[in-house]
């Protein structure tokens, strides 16, 4: 059934974070302050991996490239938009860009969860069996292994947006949020949708939960591993894994809550889309290069390549 001939609406309004117009243009400034800060930093991250042969040739910052790389791209999926927003009086947005925003938000979101648990076994093999790290984290695990993360991401939204893409919407079209999400949007169909709600949940929630417990449990086994070893050589790798540690609760923390967790109401969800469209983007670049030697150490590495190669020419 082809969607926009049994559908009256066209367009969903987002109601945003405030209706204040002194809040909406402070709000402007802050989140575009922020949003090129998630840009510079992620792409700052991105590019030191690239152009760094040392990095680029190491798989936990080969990793961690693609996470810079997705975190960027699931905050342009709803930041500038939100930020216009701040300055229109109409605050809407087309129903298939909104169908469109749910797709890049499942795919990104499901790639990343992925990415999040090949990260926690990289850090596990290199700690628990660092003999047969490099044979087992070769250049063909690395690329299989982000080759899935897209591919499972790519499941994890079909799954969902197969079934929401065929629903009518010919009533309510307004969406107290900041960007188009599911459990929003299916509240807004005019038929029964409890049975697309549950595939959401267990989609995107129970999911998301589940894999949480699993990296909780391994990263308590990596430092139990770490307790009983000499401390002398292992508190580099302690804090690596508290970086690790921190990203994956912040980044699983606000999706359990706002897929899963049923006690919240809608000023909640809006804080919790700002936590994992902004907040965690914003977070990543600094737990991962303000506090790490060797991504300082490469950024020296290329800009003392930079400066040479400008005194050759």
Same mark, same amino acid.
């Given at each position: 059934m082809d969607m926009m001939n049994s559908s009256m609406v066209t367009e969903f309004v &987002?109601? /945003?974070? !405030? %209706?204040?117009?002194e809040l909406e243009i402070?709000?402007?400034?802050?989140?575009s302050l922020a949003y090129a800060s998630i840009v510079a930093g992620n792409l700052l991250? *991105? *590019?030191?991996?690239?152009?760094?042969?040392?990095?680029y040739s190491t798989p936990m910052y080969f990793l961690? +490239? %693609?996470?810079?790389?997705?975190?960027?791209? $699931?905050?342009?999926?709803? !930041?500038?938009?939100? *930020? !216009?927003?701040?300055l229109r009086e109409n605050k809407t947005i087309s129903?298939? +860009?909104?169908?469109?925003?749910?797709?890049?938000?499942?795919?990104? /979101?499901?790639?990343?969860?992925? &990415?999040l648990i090949v990260m926690a076994v990289d850090r596990y093999i290199a700690i628990c069996k660092p003999l047969h790290y490099?044979?087992?984290? %070769?250049?063909?695990?690395?690329? +299989?292994? *982000?080759?899935?993360?897209? @591919?499972?991401?790519?499941?994890?939204?079909?799954?969902?947006?197969?079934?929401?893409?065929?629903?009518?919407?010919?009533?309510? %079209? $307004?969406?107290?949020? #900041?960007f188009c999400d599911l459990p929003h949007i299916l509240k807004l169909a005019c038929t029964e949708t409890f049975i697309l709600e549950l595939l959401v949940i267990a989609d995107s929630g129970l999911l998301s939960f589940i894999?949480?417990?699993?990296?909780?449990?391994?990263?308590?086994?990596?430092?139990?591993? #770490?307790r009983r070893r000499s401390s002398g050589g292992l508190?580099? @790798?302690?804090? !690596?894994?508290? @970086?690790?540690? #921190? $990203?994956?609760?912040?980044?699983? /923390?606000?999706?359990?809550? #706002?897929? @899963?967790?049923?006690?919240?109401g809608f000023s909640v969800d809006k804080f919790l889309s700002v936590f994992y469209s902004i907040i965690t983007p914003l977070l990543n670049p600094i737990i991962y290069t303000l506090r790490n030697q060797e991504m300082k150490a490469a950024i020296s590495r290329l800009r003392t390549k930079h400066i040479l190669r400008i005194n050759w020419y």
């Open positions: &987002l109601l /945003g974070l !405030t %209706n204040t117009w402070f709000f402007f400034f802050i989140f991250i *991105v *590019v030191i991996i690239t152009f760094d042969s040392l990095l961690l +490239g %693609n996470l810079s790389f997705l975190d960027m791209s $699931v905050s342009t999926i709803t !930041t500038p938009k939100m *930020v !216009t927003d701040f129903l298939w +860009g909104c169908m469109a925003q749910m797709f890049f938000l499942h795919l990104l /979101g499901g790639s990343e969860m992925t &990415l490099t044979s087992i984290m %070769n250049r063909r695990v690395l690329v +299989g292994s *982000v080759l899935l993360s897209w @591919a499972v991401g790519f499941v994890h939204t079909m799954s969902q947006m197969v079934f929401t893409i065929t629903l009518p919407f010919c009533g309510p %079209n $307004v969406v107290d949020d #900041i894999c949480f417990i699993l990296l909780l449990i391994s990263y308590t086994v990596i430092l139990v591993t #770490i508190s580099k @790798a302690l804090s !690596t894994l508290s @970086a690790h540690i #921190i $990203v994956v609760t912040l980044f699983f /923390g606000s999706i359990i809550f #706002i897929y @899963a967790w049923p006690f919240r």
